[in-house]
Nanobody, 116 residues
Framework: QVDLVESGGGFVEYGGSLRLSCKASGGIGIYHMQWYRQAPGKQREFVAKISVVEVTDYSDSVKGRFTISRDNARNTADLQMDSLTPEDTAVYFC???????????WGRGTQVTVSS
């Protein structure tokens, strides 16, 4: 069992930046780390992924603006978000997916609100 706790959300103006952090209760070296988000009235959507070998992937909507990173020694996975727009307003969730598939853990989420 791995517990994930997100932090760093908040209120930011258009064009601003936020850095989200996901802290795991145990080692994350065998997990692909991902960020998802869910806006009001919408389905949860993929945002970014960093694999166990640190290959990254991003949704088209955030590519070039967001950067995902991981620190296995600190059991954290961060999401640097720049050039934020109101369309980025959502609850952001951290996910740990075992490298062999099957096991998935989710955090409770952190709210990000971007004003226009």
């Amino acid at each position: 069992q791995v517990d994930l706790v997100e932090s760093g959300g908040g209120f930011v103006e258009y064009g601003g930046s936020l850095r989200l952090s996901c802290k795991a209760s145990g080692g994350i070296g065998i997990y692909h780390m991902q960020w998802y988000r869910q806006a009001p009235g919408k389905q949860r959507e993929f945002v970014a992924k960093i694999s166990v070998v640190e290959v990254t992937d991003y949704s088209d909507s955030v590519k070039g603006r967001f950067t995902i990173s991981r620190d296995n020694a600190r059991n954290t996975a961060d999401l640097q978000m720049d050039s934020l727009t109101p369309e980025d307003t959502a609850v952001y969730f951290c996910n740990a997916a075992h490298r062999s598939g099957g096991t998935n853990y989710w955090g409770r989420g952190t709210q990000v609100t971007v004003s226009s």
